[in-house]
């Protein structure tokens, strides 16, 4: 399996402008989670899907971010309008729901850099 | 969940045991232990993770102590590649949320 996908790998935009973060998660996963890293806060959750339906979207800064899951395999989180603080590495990951084993397989993540 | 604490950095000599300590004395009965590892630049990685009893695979042993209120991960022969943090994550049995601590940067050292 090509394991949790993401993309871009890496994006650059001004303020102001919409961003789109991508993520194909493992085929048969049903659990799909965003984190969000930065050097001040670590590694935070964002929000989760189960099935495709957002399940804890505590973690979303503000109403700027936006998920969506529309399909098994593909999911995106949106920022817009992008603020210079949105700057942060986004990692997506999957689990599968059924095992629960609490084993999450993390992407390669998308570093984001907001001008 | 209960919060755990890490030291924020260690260092190991490349081919000894590196053991990384995580104190979790709020834990809960049915909390379970988690390791996770973030080699730089990448994704974190899924170690190890157990109840009550120690538990060893491939990876890492974790040795849980009785009273659970602590544990110890074990990387038997640390080789350059293992230099990541180290997460230690304590998760409700049957929750989905993982949440991350700050860590320990280890450092393997040739």
Known sequence: DAGVIQSPRHEVTEMGQEVTLRCKPISGHNSLFWYRQTMMRGLELLIYFNNNVPIDDSGMPEDRFSAKMPNASFSTLKIQPSEPRDSAVYFCASSPRAQNTGELFFGEGSRLTVL | ?110
């Open chain 2, 1 to 110: 969940d209960a919060k755990t604490t890490q030291p924020p950095s260690m260092d190991c000599a490349e081919g000894r045991a590196a053991n990384l300590p995580c104190n979790h004395s709020t834990i809960s009965g049915n909390e379970y232990v988690y390791w996770y590892r973030q080699i730089h630049s990448q994704g974190p990685q899924y170690i190890i993770h157990g109840l009550k009893n120690n538990e060893t695979n491939e990876m890492a042993s974790l040795i849980i102590t009785e009273d659970r209120k602590s544990s110890t991960l074990i990387l038997p022969h640390a080789t350059l590649r293992d230099t990541a943090v180290y997460y230690c994550i304590v998760r409700l049995q049957g929750a989905q949320k993982l949440v991350f601590g700050q860590g320990t940067r280890l450092t393997i050292n040739p």
